[in-house]
């Protein structure tokens, strides 16, 4: 049992790093939350992470199980990784966005009370990163995060898939 939690914390370790050595050395808070295997199809997320630099910079991602195409993620198609970020201690998200492949490059554009600039999303591996500037709306030191995966394939995921992570809570600092 205590080599499980030992094992479970360096791997919640390593999804705060996987947002970047040198984030996690600035961060002046990070959190990272693992997911279990929860759900069938490509897009069953490991975990979710966040880190808030002292500049302000915040930093976002999602890691899934299994590697995956990068055209899953076409525009054209419905499959997304949706962000929610809520920002006044609700329950609601201010704002929310969705990851998609947009002419070969990953893109977040966010929906919410004010307009923001689409946000470049960085693959590396399995693991989706966001660097939001310090002067979005979304920097905020409450802010409140999570995930969902979307996909809408074959088998099982016929219908659609989704997964949460953290299943039922948020990541906060
Ligand atoms: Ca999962
Ligand atoms: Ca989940």
Redesign the pocket.
């Known amino acids: 049992m205590k080599l499980h939690v030992r094992a479970a914390l360096a791997s919640a370790i390593a999804l705060g790093v996987l947002l970047g050595p040198a984030t996690a050395a600035l961060a002046e808070d990070s959190i990272a939350a693992r997911?279990?295997?929860?759900?069938p199809g490509k897009l069953?997320?490991?975990?979710a992470g966040m880190a808030l630099k002292n500049s302000g910079t915040l930093f976002v991602g999602v890691r899934?199980?299994g590697s995956w195409r990068d055209g899953l993620l076409d525009d054209s198609g419905d499959n997304r990784f949706v962000f929610y970020f809520n920002l006044d201690r609700d329950n609601k998200a201010e704002y929310t966005g969705k990851i998609s492949l947009v002419d070969g490059a990953f893109v977040l554009p966010v929906d919410g009370k004010r307009q923001i600039d689409p946000i470049p999303v960085t693959r590396t591996g399995t693991t989706l990163k966001v660097k939001i500037p310090a002067d979005s709306p979304l920097s905020q030191p409450d802010v409140k995060f999570w995930a969902k995966?979307r996909l809408t394939g074959s088998g099982k995921c016929s219908h659609t898939c989704v997964?949460?992570?953290p299943?039922s809570s948020a990541l906060h600092f």
């Not at 997911?35 to 759900?39: G, I, K, V």
């Not at 069953?44 to 975990?47: A, H, K, L, P, S």
């Open positions: 997911d279990p295997n929860d759900t069953d997320m490991d975990g899934t199980f995966s997964d949460r992570a299943d």
